[in-house]
Nanobody
Framework: VQLQASGGGLVQTGGSLRLSCVAS??????????LGWFRQAPGKEREFVAH????????YYADAVKGRFTISRDNPKNTVYLQMDSLEPEDTAVYYC?????????????????WGQGTLVTVSS
């Protein structure tokens, strides 16, 4: 399974960005899998951001982004999105998408596999 994230960049505080992540793989059925977004700031551990169920009907967010970020998916396009609004300098990080392969809590990083290469988001103050 390959994941290609894009959409990062430099934005001012209060601005918006939309990240995309396209999944591919010979035996990978995108619509059968839940997905997540994580981020890693410089000098910090990778942390959970958002999760979406296989059909898109259920979402879950980290408290730090709740109300500002929205995760969505387009199964025919094998793509998951992260709409980020009201960005803050604390949101500066490399953002990664991943496939949830286990059945435990959606916010637990060990539940995920097949990580993308990441896309850098920088929020200036």
């Amino acid at each position: 399974v390959q994941l290609q994230a894009s959409g990062g960049g430099l934005v001012q505080t209060g601005g918006s960005l939309r990240l995309s992540c396209v999944a591919s793989g010979r035996a990978f059925i995108f619509s059968n899998n839940a997905l997540g977004w994580f981020r890693q700031a410089p000098g910090k551990e990778r942390e959970f951001v958002a999760h979406i169920s296989w059909g898109g009907g259920s979402t879950y967010y980290a408290d730090a982004v709740k109300g500002r970020f929205t995760i969505s998916r387009d199964n025919p396009k094998n793509t998951v999105y992260l709409q980020m609004d009201s960005l803050e300098p604390e949101d500066t990080a490399v953002y990664y998408c991943a496939v949830k392969t286990l059945t435990g809590p959606p916010g637990r990083i060990s539940e995920y596999d097949y990580w993308g290469q990441g896309t850098l988001v920088t929020v200036s103050s």
